[in-house]
């Protein structure tokens, strides 16, 4: 396939911190590319220096063949932004910031509104487009924000955690039309700390923890290896001490961990009989408030392959309804 974008060994540095730590990945023309991490991981650092708005201390990075580094300005004519905060006017309309907005990338007067009330039928906020920025919705803001970043039609979209904080009729929203851009063959780079939002929209993946990427592959690849696993959580009245020890030891060829809850998570390459299982733990006085099987996913393969639980990929974002 073609590529579209080049990272080589780039590397940013605060303070003497190191930020982002020697990556090195390639995006495809057309592709739908995630960036998977934790908060803090440096998503965010690595957008910046791919859109022009950070100088790495070192490495190289192309998009369409232009050094992003060397000619900046040149290279922004392909690529539309959607920062994590909105970057748009609150004392401004809706149509009045997307009118703007073309401007600033050169649209012919004529062709602004024409473009503009494009997208805000395209993002059903046409309802909206003579109100205020700063009296729209949290959803409604980011519908906007990202209409603003394809004003110009760019090839290549960078999307900085595009459904954090929003309700979830709005993410939903957002997905939708993320998957319809891509459709249209827009190249979108996704960072995210949704692992099932990387796992449903993206490609490919790229896993970044504390600046260094972990693995880049596509999807199809990262589920392969557990698409054959089994496992079921079982939920319990009570828990003593010994109770981990005992059922691993009456079931040695299944793997037993215990989870916050009262949950107990059982691994196996083979199918679970359940029956057994309820029955040594109802002998022991736990009664078994619930049992399910669990569809193995790249929740998975992250906690695997970086040894982070999916619970701390959430600190310090807010993700009030924010389900998929």
Excluded: W
């Excluded at 487009?129 to 924000?145: D, H, I, P, V, W």
């Amino acid at each position: 396939m073609e590529e579209i974008m080049r990272v080589n060994k780039l590397t940013k540095t605060y303070d003497g911190l190191v930020a982002v730590d020697c990556i090195s990945f390639h995006v495809n023309r057309g592709e739908l590319f995630g960036f998977l991490g934790p908060n803090g991981a440096g998503k965010t650092t690595t957008i910046k220096m791919l859109t022009g708005l950070a100088k790495p201390a070192s490495g190289t990075a192309y998009i369409d063949g232009i050094d992003i580094c060397e000619y900046p300005k040149k290279a922004q004519q392909l690529i539309g932004v959607v920062p994590d905060e909105s970057n748009l006017y609150p004392e401004l309309t809706g149509l009045e910031n997307l009118s703007f907005c073309a401007s600033l990338y050169g649209l012919r007067k004529e062709e602004r509104k024409a473009r503009a009330r494009e997208l805000l039928e395209m993002f059903n906020l046409c309802d909206a487009a003579n109100r205020k920025f700063e009296t729209y919705s949290k959803g409604m803001k980011r519908k906007l924000t990202i209409a603003a970043g394809i004003i110009h039609q760019p090839p290549v979209l960078f999307l900085d955690e595009p459904t954090t904080g929003i309700d979830i009729a709005s993410a939903r929203q957002i997905r939708k039309l993320i998957s319809k851009l891509h459709r249209n063959g827009t190249t979108i780079f996704l960072t995210t700390h949704y692992i099932e939002e990387a796992e449903r929209l993206c490609n490919r993946i790229a896993f970044i923890v504390k600046g260094k990427i972990i693995r880049v592959d596509k999807v199809s690849n990262l589920l392969q290896p557990i698409k054959d696993d089994h496992i079921m959580e079982i939920s319990l009245s009570a828990v003593n001490g010994s109770l981990l020890h005992e059922v691993s030891a009456s079931f040695p060829y299944y793997s037993f961990e215990s989870l916050p809850g009262q949950v107990f998570r059982i691994n196996s390459k083979e199918p679970i009989p359940v029956s057994p299982i309820i029955n040594f733990f109802e002998d022991r006085g736990s009664e078994v408030k619930e049992a399910k099987r669990i569809v193995p996913s790249l929740e998975d393969v992250f906690v695997k392959i970086t040894g982070i639980e999916a619970s701390e990929m959430e600190n310090g974002k807010s993700r009030r309804g924010n389900k998929l």
